[in-house]
């Protein structure tokens, strides 16, 4: 079965950075593609971008491309999403998936973001 | 850009109540449809994908249908525990577009 955990909760000042990390287990990360989501306080799902350790292949988001990179280590398992330059409107819940195909079908469980002074 | 609708924004239904929801694309996106539901404070969970295939081990109450621009998700027999917020989701080449979301509420 195929885990994605999650960092915990980061609060972070305004102008600063935060990186999230996503250990896989259970699958085959190496060949896999990750996507980062973000999910504001009561709004939607807004995609960030993806990342797919096989290949080196980095998608960002036009949103987000000047200040997002995602990482992989491949020893262990785990992406990260670095987020820089941070704002008030970058409160909010940071998730990471599997794609697999045109399935996105595991899940983090989350990690809030607060940006606060 | 794809871009994706839901209708409607929200609704509330009784138990047992059939639910529809309805999510148009902006272009043709063939069967590129997921539907995912999210409870307060989780992740959200693949139901549908590939705008009609069930997900391993969701109850067979939940289904979908569509191609092209227009699709629907349904609910034959709503419960209790399917209270929560509701996505259509594709693709724009790379980039993953979802819709804005449909609340289910019980009555």
């Known amino acids: 079965q195929v885990q994605l955990v999650q960092s915990g909760a980061e609060v972070r000042e305004p102008g600063s950075s935060v990186k999230v990390s996503c250990k896989a287990s259970?699958?085959?990360?190496?060949?896999?593609?990750f996507i980062w989501v973000r999910q504001a306080p009561g709004q939607g799902l807004q995609w960030m971008g993806r990342i797919v350790p096989l290949l080196n292949v980095l998608n960002y988001a036009q949103k987000f491309q000047d200040r997002v990179t995602f990482t992989a280590d491949k020893g262990t398992s785990t992406t990260y999403m670095e987020l820089s330059r941070l704002t008030s409107d970058d409160t909010a819940v940071y998730y990471c998936a599997r794609r697999t195909g045109y399935k996105i079908d595991y899940w983090g469980q989350g990690t809030l973001v607060t940006v606060s002074s | 850009d794809i871009q994706m609708t839901q209708s409607p924004s929200s609704l509330s239904a009784s138990v047992g109540d059939r639910v529809t929801i309805t999510c148009q694309a902006s272009?043709?996106?063939?069967?590129?449809v997921n539907w995912f539901q999210q409870k307060p404070g989780r992740a959200p969970k693949l139901l549908i994908y590939?705008?009609?295939t069930l997900e391993t081990g969701v109850p067979s109450r939940f289904s979908g249908s569509g191609y092209g621009t227009d699709f629907t998700f349904t609910i034959s027999s709503l419960q209790a525990e399917d209270i929560g917020t509701y996505y259509c989701?594709?693709?724009?080449?790379?980039?993953?577009?979802f819709g804005p979301g449909t609340r289910v509420e019980t009555k």
């Open positions: 272009q043709d996106i063939s069967n590129y």
């Open positions: 989701q594709s693709y724009d080449n790379v980039a993953v577009i």
């Open positions: 590939d705008a009609s």
């Open positions: 259970g699958g085959t990360f190496i060949s896999s593609a």
